[in-house]
């Protein structure tokens, strides 16, 4: 027997611990482990089979480590046949997350046991595949075609009443999973109870499984693990139960084969790793009870959002007794959200709204706040006044932070005379509801103020990447760049509308217009009109399109129009025919003649541009880690998860043949497409970002 899955047998009952730290996966060993144990107690005339995980969880699934390479034997769709095939009747305790083929192995089992606590799921195609081991053919027969296409298709994890509501699970009780799966075994046992197989249940009807891939293809923009998911079901209904086991296998190898699932996976795995950071092991973060922002804007009242709900004490510092009237109510109104959606209560609110949040006009409440957040105007100026104040008041020790998006964070550092307190904390709009955090390590941040960043940012919920000094640090600075190359193309005969549409069919949930429109075009004029004043390179083509829209007011959504038209009341965007007359009039009078671009060009030079200033920030040792520049275009810049991001979709496409792209680039305009030297020097060695992510593991 494996060391994985411990064996016991206690009278007539057989029981199989998981021990499999630290979620259980379902490996190889373990997949033995389970098949050896029922034999195991078939031989030794056990009456019953309790199956259990040791430590947090019942099983999680997978083992996702193992994806990608040979599958190993065992098959996790045989183990569960086998577990259902025993004459024994077979129990499964559930505590933690019985997740994927977790919850594919309790299916397989005659009979679920859970704690109040246990969620369950079958999340597989959130990792770009489906459930591969019975959990498309025994869940609609359990719990209906409808029902089934919800869970497999959403991948959301379900609580136990709800579990047990649907019919997942048999009954709900409270204490050890080994103990109540215990009794509860004891009890089947004593009342005789049949042995009851899933598979022995009727196939539920059919729907129409064509027009349902349709949708769910299409509200998963392109992603296709949950509609391959669908065909999954409609085997259930359609095959007898052996056939459609393997069908659903088919699909699964299928799924198992993409460049979808590798992206996904990625994203799994670098989530995770994003905050693991070498120089932080040990790293004791400084404690934070009190925070002070200061700035009651939309960024600032949602930074002030995020820390109350964290269960922080906030002070918001506004100029004015009305500016922080008007902050309070911004608060007040995000708050309310989270009281409509059920996350807080009506007394919660109360006091997060009353007690938690403090305003302030004076610099002296925020004395001993434990860490404060600039949020005020992006002009250095203004940052270093304020910074100036914060050194003068802040106790000994507070972090000072700034959430300027472009601004240099050492100057605003030596604005104090204390600036290995100084960090960037670059929050996204609406901070409250954004996950990412860039933490922007300047040259004197001490160590335990980057580790506190990190600490606020798990604290917040936040997916938090590490960032250098430099103009727009990742996100904003890889931003500037993909923008720039989408204009370029328009000037070049490519419409915004065109890119937008390439673009979204490309998994971008907005086009980098429609964006533009979204955030306020007044904010890129207003970067733009800083670079200009800081002088461009007379190499550089320079755009003006977006330029005129603003100067006629238009700046996106806020006024009804800009590269699109807004109707009041209406969501729905139709293309401004005055963009194409500035972009018309603006070609004519560079002498451009305009030609025409395929979406694939367009996506090929977007992405080509990303990638290239992506390596240059890798390169340059803005980021980290490849790994970390793609989570930034994830949680920040809406992009398609299923690509895995930006560095991870580089490296399937190839890397020699998307230099090969910028040298061609480059003939035409050679400022714009300089190769990034770490991309050059990746083609010559033949290795890709991912090695490199793999180094610094
Ligand atoms: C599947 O089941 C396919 C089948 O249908 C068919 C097969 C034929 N494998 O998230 P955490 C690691 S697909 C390997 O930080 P939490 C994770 O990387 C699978 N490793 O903890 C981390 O490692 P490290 C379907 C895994 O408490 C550590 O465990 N199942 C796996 O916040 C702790 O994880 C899923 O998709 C895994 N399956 O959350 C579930 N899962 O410490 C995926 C986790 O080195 N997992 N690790 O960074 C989760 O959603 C969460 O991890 C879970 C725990 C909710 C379980």
Known sequence: ?????????????????????????????????????????????????????EGATYFAGADIKEFGKPPLAP?????????????????????????????????????????????????EVLIGVMPGAGGTQRLPRLIGV?????????????????????????????????????????????????????????????????????????????QLSPAVAVRG????????????????????MELMATDQRQGLIHAFFGERAVGKLPELEGVAPREVHHVGVIGGGTMGAGIATAALLAGL?????????????????????????????????????????????????????????????????????????????????????????????YLDVNVIAQATSRPGDVIGLHFFSPAHVMKLL?????????????????????????????AGVCDGFIGNRILAVYRTAADHMILDGATPFQIDDALEEFGFAMGPYAVGDLAGLDIGWAVRKRRRA????????????????????????????????????????VPNPDVMQHIEAERAAKGITPRTFTKDEIVRRYMAAMVNEAAKVVGEGIARRPLDVD????FGYGFPRYHGGPLKWADMQGLPGLLDDIRAYAKEDAFFWQPAPLLETLVTDNRTFDDLNKESA
């Open 1 to 53: 027997m494996s060391d994985a899955i411990r064996y016991e047998l206690l009278g007539d009952i057989a029981v199989l611990a998981a021990a499999n730290p630290p979620v259980n996966a379902l490996g190889q060993a373990v997949r033995q482990g389970l098949v050896d144990g029922i034999e195991r107690a078939e031989k030794d005339g056990a009456k019953a089979v309790l199956i259990y995980g």
């Open 75 to 123: 098959w996790l769709p045989d183990v569960c046949t086998r577990i259902e095939a025993s004459p024994l009747i077979v129990v499964s305790a559930l505590h933690g997350t019985a997740l994927g083929g977790g919850l594919e192995v309790a299916l397989g089992s005659h009979y679920r046991i859970a704690v109040p606590k246990a969620r369950v799921g079958l999340p």
């Open 146 to 222: 409808e029902k089934s296409i919800e869970v497999i298709t959403s991948g959301r994890q379900i609580g136990a009443k709800e579990a047990l509501d649907l019919g997942i699970l048999d009954r709900i009780e409270d204490g050890a999973p080994r103990e109540i799966g215990l009794a509860y075994a004891r009890e089947l046992i004593d009342a005789g109870a049949p042995r009851r197989a899933v598979s022995d249940m009727p196939a539920p009807a059919p729907v129409d499984f064509d027009a349902l891939y349709r949708d769910v293809l299409k509200a998963g923009r392109g």
């Open 233 to 252: 079901i409609q085997a259930a209904c359609e095959l007898p139960f052996a056939e459609g086991m393997k069908r659903e296998r088919e699909l699964f």
């Open 313 to 405: 004490n906030v002070t918001m510092l506004e100029m004015t007794d009305d500016a922080a009237q008007a902050a309070k109510g911004r608060i007040a109104g995000n708050l309310q959200g989270a009281l409509k959606r059920g996350k807080i209560s009506e007394d919660r609110f109360t006091h997060l709204t009353e007690v938690a949040l403090r305003t302030d006009t004076n610099y002296l409440s925020l004395a001993d706040a434990d860490l404060v957040i600039e949020a005020v105007f992006e002009d250095m100026e203004v940052k270093k006044q304020v910074f100036g104040k914060l050194d003068a008041v802040c106790k000994p020790g507070a972090v000072l932070a700034t959430n300027t998006s």
């Open 438 to 466: 860039e933490v922007v390590v300047a040259d004197a941040t001490a160590p335990d103020v980057v580790a506190t960043g990190f600490a606020l940012g798990k604290r917040l919920g936040k997916i938090s990447v590490r």
């Open 534 to 573: 800081e002088g461009l390179d007379p190499r550089a083509r320079d755009a003006g399109f977006a330029d005129r829209l603003c100067e006629g007011g238009n700046f996106g959504q806020k006024t009804g129009k800009g590269f699109y038209i807004y109707e009041k009341g209406s969501r729905a965007r």
């Open 631 to 634: 989570m930034v275009l994830l």
